[in-house]
């Protein structure tokens, strides 16, 4: 979960907080899409000033500088066509909504280059736009590999535009299903706490990052399984940083059920009930789902996505509800695409 990939220059403010911090681990920190061998290339070659001047990657800062970036241009694509099964749920001329399963990782990386939702949109599409740069054709926004749900992909500049605009005023509905560990007291409410890179684990995100941007997560309780000490919430994204969910949730205490990274894992070990810790441990994959999209389409038309739980979380909340005898329709998802003043469930 992360904003749209944007390749136009950037002006970053070195605060206080920063002062003795090398350059180049400030642009690691600050610019998670870039590579340290990119971030030391474009200092290298003056893609990066310091107060208007040239600097070097061990330069450390003082505070109050002025830092300017020229990100790269994308490029072209290299990734290749698969045949890779898509579940689609919507698609005209200008894009392409999917329902994404989980252990599909979205664009090809280092370990990755191959058998990625890229991949499927070549061959699927053979007119995707290329504004997302380097092997991310069409690629507006992102899913994290074990998250299933609901995603678009562009076909043409306008309509990469339009969506990369949204995204940027945070005006696109996105919302999405977690069974988390622990009682969440509250009903509702909104977690405000801005998300950089781990000072120690480069593989996490977290809320006591150095360098960091803004994140705003709202939740709201659907049901409190009291003696599995389980809280199933559903989550409306604000803003879009990397494993913001995760994070957000862990930072509370609350981690997603089944989360290797944040704390999931080693959670369900406490859960007291066998049947249902081996129906967590045969999971293998976090409990988290984005269940709806929505957006302005570029011709003007509001459109809303819906994608019902896959089998494997959906087996785990029957247990759930039956167990606690409270199996009722209200958690039910309605699978649906098209305009917003027609979609059931919109304000569930």
Not at 88 to 111: C, M, R, T
């Amino acid at each position: 979960m992360a904003d749209p990939v944007n390749y136009e220059p950037c002006c970053l403010q070195v605060t206080s907080e920063h002062i003795a911090v090398r350059l180049d681990r400030f642009l690691d920190d600050s610019l998670p899409d870039l590579t340290r061998s990119q971030i030391k290339r474009m200092i290298d070659e003056g893609a990066v000033t310091l107060d208007g001047a040239r600097s070097k990657a061990g330069t450390r800062l003082r505070g109050g500088e002025k830092i300017y970036v020229v990100l790269p241009e994308p490029v072209a694509a290299t990734a290749e066509a698969e045949a890779i099964p898509l579940t689609v749920l919507y698609e005209d001329s200008a894009l392409i909504v999917i329902n994404k399963p989980a252990h599909f990782v979205v664009h090809p990386a280092p370990g990755h280059p191959r058998g990625t939702l890229v991949n499927a949109l070549l061959y699927h599409c053979k007119d995707l736009s290329g504004v997302g740069g380097e092997l991310r054709p069409g690629i507006v926004h992102r899913l994290d590999k074990d998250t299933s749900g609901v995603m678009v992909a562009t076909k043409d500049d306008r309509t990469h535009q339009c969506l990369a605009r949204q995204f940027k005023a945070h005006t696109i509905k996105r919302r999405y299903r977690a069974l988390v560990h622990g009682l969440v007291p509250d009903s509702k409410g909104t977690i405000d706490q801005p998300i950089g890179r781990h000072p120690v684990h480069r593989k996490k995100m977290s809320t006591d990052a150095r360098i960091s941007r803004n994140a705003i997560t709202h939740w709201q309780v659907l049901r409190r399984y009291e003696e599995d000490r389980l809280t199933l919430v559903d989550l409306q994204l604000e803003t879009g940083r990397t494993h913001q969910l995760r994070v957000h949730l862990a930072s509370m205490n609350y981690p997603v059920v089944s989360d290797p990274l944040y704390g999931g894992t080693s959670r369900a070990k406490a859960i007291g009930n066998v049947e249902l810790r081996q129906l967590i441990k045969r999971l293998e994959r976090q409990f988290l789902h984005a269940w709806q999209l929505g957006f302005d389409h570029p011709d003007g038309t509001s459109m809303i996505f819906q994608a019902a739980l896959p089998p494997e979380l959906q087996d785990i909340l029957d247990y759930l509800e039956d167990k606690y005898n409270c199996k009722a329709t209200d958690l039910d998802i309605p699978s649906y695409a098209g305009p917003v003043e027609t979609t059931s469930n919109e304000n569930s």
